[in-house]
Structures are given as C-alpha cells and as structure tokens.
C-alpha cells in the first residue's frame, strides 16, 4: 500500500508499522521514503518520526501474509 504525507521528511527518520521497527528507511524525496517492515510488523497505523515532526497515517496500513 502506498501512504503519503506532507511531512518534510529530513534528519534522522524513525518508522513503526503497527508497533514494529521498520528494518530499511529510504529517502525518496522530501516527502517521500520507501520502508521495509519486520515480519513481526501487524496490521496498524504507520508512525513517522523526522527532524521536522511526527506523523501517523490516517489509515492503518494492512498487513497480509
């Protein structure tokens, strides 16, 4: 799924899916970051956390097997 924000996105960048540590986080752009989840990651909402605030989905990001 794909999830977009107006954050900007700069500095150190911390990512949860559902509670769970984003493995990889990769800058796209200023507003963009591509993220690979843990197998241990579960439905929920996606956190965005950077230099420039906090982020959180609007919708959960849904995690299928």
Do not use: D, E
């Not at 493995?23 to 990651?41: E, F, M, N």
């Amino acid at each position: 799924g794909v999830q977009t924000c107006a954050l900007p996105i700069f500095g150190s960048i911390s990512v949860t899916v559902g509670g769970a540590k984003a493995l990889k986080v990769t800058r796209v752009s200023s507003t963009k970051i591509r993220v690979v989840i843990p197998k241990a990651a579960k439905t929920g909402f996606v956190l965005v956390k950077a230099s420039g605030g906090t982020a959180r989905s609007a919708a959960k990001l849904v995690v299928q097997r």
